[in-house]
């Protein structure tokens, strides 16, 4: 056991309310649970790096933090009051700072945190605790397809187990940090989607502010392409000093989650243009798309790339049908055979000695490693959150230690249970989201695109379940086939 008995409680409360709002029915005890997680999680993180100099310089000064507080509830409450006054803001909120990552140092390290996002998701549960308790609203549950009970079951699962393997993993800080950061958060985020009214003209606002978010990325990285300068990541700037190519990572730390936010726009709006009825705004759509292909070309992501092709094959084929994907596969699959011909992969240090381990940025050797790490602990893996420290300890000592591929960060991690685990999730979130006739909605189709767009991308980089993106499109795939289910328009 590496943690103490009050930091396994905490994480036990904070994964364990996230479960039960995922799975419980009753509106009353759903708000029960959210507000256990909501407290837990925060809670959690504090303890964890309570002692650290940088929170210990906050707390001895009781003015900044005072402030802290006082802005952080303000913020929160005209959020919820706005919510209540328009809920259709909500939702676009949600999807316009999705991928907001502000700097904030935490624990004597900067971290990237999604605190816009957090403040949505706080005003958005108090102003549905505000509707329920003040007024006794409750939510129009739809009838949702046995499919998407059983994800919101194998969701709540995965939380539960991520806080259980927490308690012998060798990194306990890291699985807090992904389940206080990540997890908790966002399952209280899938509910709050779920339950949303939406519609034709909502999801068509959703669209058009996460297009608009992109193409601010995309400016962003035309910008540093021209000044050959980055806002962020000291580390990538010194590589494009040395490099024949210069990578943009815009407004992220990583360019590779640069390329997968942009290849999520892009696919979204392939969906938006294959059924689309204006062709005046389809080829506005078009011109938006040509904009953020632009940009993920200067990001230089492979995995960006691969994830969009495999996102634009699934529109084609839902469609078109089977013989127009295979035309675009052949014709996407051209493309990319010319972008790593021409400058696709790093060509400035060419040598002898050069090899595929050189051409993939050292990730062979990370996946070797984890496939080994999970060879030593097969059953029950190392622990959540202990890739990284269990690859240094039994592996090497490398730069990064991250596995770039969420199968065998879980198989790690978790061991063969998290892996069987992490399987089925992924098979009954595919057959929800493709059921019925997928291919007769542009809404479902699209959420289905970007969702195999998603898991493509984490094949190379990881990050699956702690992408806010992951559970955002859940919710909406659950929400649009309960919708289906019960003939409701969406």
């Given amino acids: 056991m590496n943690a103490d008995p009050l930091e396994i409680i905490g994480m036990l409360a904070a994964c364990g309310g996230a479960a ?172 709050l989607l779920v339950d949303v009214k939406w519609n034709r003209e909502l999801l068509g606002w959703v669209l058009g502010v996460v297009v608009a978010i992109g193409l601010g990325f995309a400016a962003v990285g035309f910008a540093e392409y021209a000044t050959r300068d980055l806002i962020l990541n000291d580390q990538l700037q010194e590589a494009n000093e040395i490099h024949l190519y210069f990578r943009v990572n815009s407004l992220f730390h990583d360019p590779n989650v640069l390329g997968r936010y942009l290849a999520l726009t892009i696919v979204a709006l392939g969906g938006y243009i294959a059924w689309a009825r204006s062709v005046t705004w389809a080829w506005i759509a078009a011109g938006a798309a040509v904009i953020l292909i632009a940009a993920l070309a200067l990001s230089f992501s492979l995995t960006g790339f691969v994830a969009l092709i495999a996102g634009l094959l699934v529109i084609a084929l839902l469609r078109f049908g089977w013989r127009w994907a295979a035309v675009a596969a052949a014709a996407m699959l051209v493309v990319a055979a010319l972008f790593v011909t021409v400058g696709g992969l790093d060509r400035s240090d060419i040598g002898p000695e050069r090899g595929l381990r050189a051409e993939t940025s050292g990730r062979t050797s990370l996946v070797s490693g984890g496939i080994d790490l999970v060879r030593d602990r097969p059953i029950q893996g190392w622990g959540s959150g202990a890739f990284g420290r269990a690859y240094v300890d039994q592996i090497e000592v490398a730069k990064t230690t991250t596995s770039h591929a ?19 999730l992924l098979v009954v979130s595919l057959l929800l989201l493709f059921s019925g006739r997928p291919g007769a909605s542009a809404a479902r189709a699209t959420v289905a695109a970007c969702y195999v767009a998603m898991i493509v991308h984490s094949l190379g980089y990881a990050g699956f379940d702690i992408d806010p993106a992951t559970w955002a499109l859940l919710a909406l795939g659950v929400a649009l086939a309960s919708a289906d289910a019960t003939r409701e328009p969406a």
């Fill in 20 to 191: 039960a709002a995922l799975v419980v029915r009753d509106d009353r005890l759903r708000l029960v649970a959210m507000a256990i997680a909501l407290v837990a999680a925060p809670a959690l993180v504090a303890g964890d790096v309570w002692n650290q100099p940088r929170v210990a310089d906050l707390r001895s000064d009781p003015a900044t933090l005072t402030a802290a507080v006082v802005v952080v509830l303000a913020v929160v409450g005209i959020g919820a009051a706005l919510f209540r006054r328009v809920p259709a803001t909500f939702p676009v909120g949600v999807f316009a700072v999705l991928a907001l990552r502000l700097p904030v140092q935490i624990g004597g390290e900067t971290s990237n945190l999604l605190l816009p996002l957090y403040a949505v998701i706080a005003a958005a549960f108090v102003a549905a605790a505000f509707g329920q308790l003040r007024r006794g609203e409750t939510t129009s549950h739809r009838r949702e397809p046995p499919l998407a009970l059983w994800l919101r079951r194998l969701l709540a699962a995965t939380l539960v187990l991520y806080a259980l393997q927490s308690i012998y993993s060798d990194d306990f800080s890291n699985a807090i940090e992904n389940a206080g950061f990540f997890l908790v958060p966002f399952a209280v985020l899938f509910v």
């Fill in 406 to 424: 969420e199968p065998i960060t879980v198989a790690a991690e978790q061991g063969v249970i998290g892996f069987a685990l992490y399987g089925a």
